[in-house]
């Protein structure tokens, strides 16, 4: 026997109010599954480039770099670089670098091949594009995050 047609509509109906709570209560997972699947592809371009996420020859230890994310405002996900990267992702003009005035001690540049120097001429760099070619492999991902998350809540609310 076949339902009547204004009891499977209204059951439809009632189904699709299911989506709508669901899609709202499953946002915020939905945004932070995102923002760590954008961080990712990121984070892969950038040890590409620098070999272990680490700018060598900044501060003590190396400058560690890399991405975060931000959830903004309920709706948005932010992506944005941490540390120094650009220096290894735009292009530098050459420049001299100057001796360090650091309080209470005199610091000079080490030149490899050459010595201790008063200062140094750095020659500039042609930049690496580091995080804008991470956006394509990064904006594919999300988009099939966001996708798949969406399509497992319609999934959820029909069964």
Known sequence: ?????S????????????????V???????????????KREHADTIRADTGDSRLSGVGKRGAKVGA?????GGDR?????????HFVANPMSPHR???SRARGRRRYAVIPGVGVRAWANH??????????????????KVTKVADDRV?????????
């Open 1 to 5: 026997m076949v339902a009547p047609l």
């Open 77 to 85: 996900v932010e992506v944005k670089a941490t540390g120094p990267l």
């Open 123 to 140: 020659p500039g760099t042609s930049g690496k594009n580091t995080w804008k070619r991470g956006v394509p492999a990064a904006r594919k």
């Open 7 to 22: 009891k499977a509509g209204g059951d439809f109906a009632a189904r699709l109010g299911k989506i709508g709570k669901a």
């Open 97 to 99: 670098i100057p001796k």
């Open 151 to 159: 399509a497992d809540t319609i999934r959820k609310a029909f069964s």
């Open 68 to 72: 975060r994310f931000d959830l903004v």
């Open 24 to 38: 709202q209560t499953s946002r915020k997972d939905t945004l932070t599954a995102m923002g760590t699947a954008a």
